[in-house]
């Protein structure tokens, strides 16, 4: 198969250099026979009036046919190959000096015959053959008369059979075998040249393919789907490469318009405690002699939580950004779902019960193996379960259901919180989001900790489903696999 431009030029220049030889080769063979004929014409233009003016060859309008195989038997000794007709004044053959019965068309078209008889002719002039039905041959004619009136024409074919036989091996095994064998031998260098110029052209073509293969081959299939020559292939990488640089541009926007948004966010996050903090050292640092111990107290533990909360908030955007960089690849391994969020309860439980919230777990505990990274995961579900107690009131409840499915296992983090409104509820894994009525969580949330849970569900491949009713309580599901 001819995938490589190279051949399929090779095998197209071969084909028009054949078919050029072959159109040549022809267009030669019928230049030689016309330059042949007409020489030959030329030489014997003079014959049929010599061979006339010897003898009376009609007389009373009957043809005189000892006369005329005398004539032609004198004619035949100097060029043998000549064959001598005698007509009347419409073409019809009245005798002939043919041996045998040779004759096969019985009347000769008289139009040639006149156009040799002017004086203004371009040879050769080819005329009927009588001795052939189809044969059109080069002749020499004059006319035939009686006192001085038209009687008939001697006609002589110039190349009769003896010539054509002469021809066929002198001609064709001679002088047209070796105009072939030129020829053949000028368009095979003429071809040799052509394929290594082609070679030297399309070398350069080969490489630029190969390395822009070599390019895509890693993130791009489509080049390995469409096989064919390095045109083929150039064109198949032209358009990964449009394709890849649209996919690119489209995220390079999408990148700018995240930085911007991201940039705004953090610039209004981390001037919030700064200028918290900063406020209150300024007060301390003025008014130190007028505040009381108790005072001083209060605003270093202000100015120690907002400070607490800013290490958060450098702490999950760094973490959000190797996220969103790809850099964090999940090392999955198996491991007990259950025996995690039992862990993760465990860290939870004294601060649920400081704000009064029950927090438990529940399901299937003895069956809930999963393959995935168990620090990623184990980072979900903190911050499910921080979400949920910043939003559950005291008397609410925390639950962690674990379910077995067909092909893994479904973990829910459930609350009696406030709830999310339905037009919010898809802006949850948006950084730096806050719900507009919650209040309590302006010290300790950085507004990143679902947009955490959301790129790490994304690396194990689990989409991740929010129930909410408002005043009612919400419920966060995720679904990791045993494989």
């Not at 406020?279 to 107290?297: M, S």
Request: proline share 2%; aromatic share 6%.
């Amino acid at each position: 198969m001819l995938n490589r431009l190279y051949l399929k030029l090779a095998a197209s220049l071969v084909l028009v250099f054949i078919l050029v030889g072959a159109v040549v080769l022809w267009l030669m063979g019928n230049a030689m026979d016309r330059y042949s004929q007409a020489v030959t014409q030329q030489l014997n233009e003079s014959v049929a009036m010599y061979v006339s003016e010897e003898l009376q060859l009609i007389s009373q309008g009957m043809a005189n046919g000892d006369a005329l195989k005398q004539l032609a038997h004198h004619a035949m000794i100097i060029n043998p190959s000549i064959e001598v007709y005698l007509l009347d004044r419409q073409g019809r053959v009245l005798d002939h000096a043919l041996p045998g019965e040779q004759v096969v068309q019985k009347r000769v078209d008289l139009k040639p015959v006149r156009a040799f008889l002017q004086s203004h002719r371009v040879l050769p002039i080819l005329g009927d053959d009588p001795s052939s039905l189809q044969d059109q041959k080069v002749f020499s004619a004059h006319e035939v008369r009686v006192d001085d009136r038209l009687e008939g024409y001697i006609y002589i074919v110039l190349e009769g059979q003896k010539h054509e036989d002469v021809e066929q091996s002198v001609l064709h095994h001679q002088v047209f075998r070796v105009s072939a064998l030129g020829l053949v031998g000028a368009l095979a260098f003429g071809l040799l040249a052509a394929l290594l110029m082609f070679f030297r052209f399309t070398h350069r073509l080969r490489r630029l393919a190969k390395k822009t293969e070599w390019f895509f081959r890693e993130d791009d299939t489509a080049l390995t789907a469409r096989r064919g020559d390095e045109i083929v292939q150039l064109e198949t990488a032209v358009e990964a490469m449009q394709q890849r640089i649209t996919r690119q541009m489209g995220q390079i926007r999408e990148a700018d318009d995240m930085r911007r948004e991201l940039i705004a966010n953090i610039s209004h996050d981390l001037r919030t405690p700064l200028t918290n903090m900063l406020g209150y050292i300024e007060t301390l640092l003025l008014k130190q002699d007028q505040l009381t111990a108790e005072q001083q107290t209060r605003y270093l533990n202000i100015t120690r939580n907002h400070g607490n909360r800013l290490g958060r908030l450098v702490g999950d955007l760094f973490e959000l950004a190797k996220l969103d960089s790809h850099a964090v690849e999940p090392h999955k391994e198996p491991f007990s779902l259950a025996e995690l969020a039992q862990d993760v309860v465990q860290d939870f439980c004294i601060r649920a019960e400081q704000q009064g919230v029950l927090l438990d777990i529940s399901g299937d505990l003895a069956n809930a193996q999963v393959n995935a990274d168990i620090h990623l995961i184990e980072r979900v579900l903190e911050n499910l379960v921080d979400n949920a107690l910043r939003h559950t009131p005291s008397g609410g409840r925390i639950q962690i259901l674990i379910q077995r499915q067909d092909n893994g296992v479904r973990c829910s983090v459930s609350d009696t919180g406030e709830g999310i409104a339905s037009k919010d509820v898809p802006l949850v894994f948006n950084r730096f989001f806050h719900l507009r009525d919650s209040g309590r969580d302006s010290l300790t949330s950085t507004g990143l900790g679902l947009a955490i849970v959301k790129r790490i569900l994304d690396l194990h491949l689990s989409p991740i489903n929010v129930e909410s009713r408002l005043h009612e309580g919400t419920t966060f599901a995720f679904e990791l696999g045993c494989r």
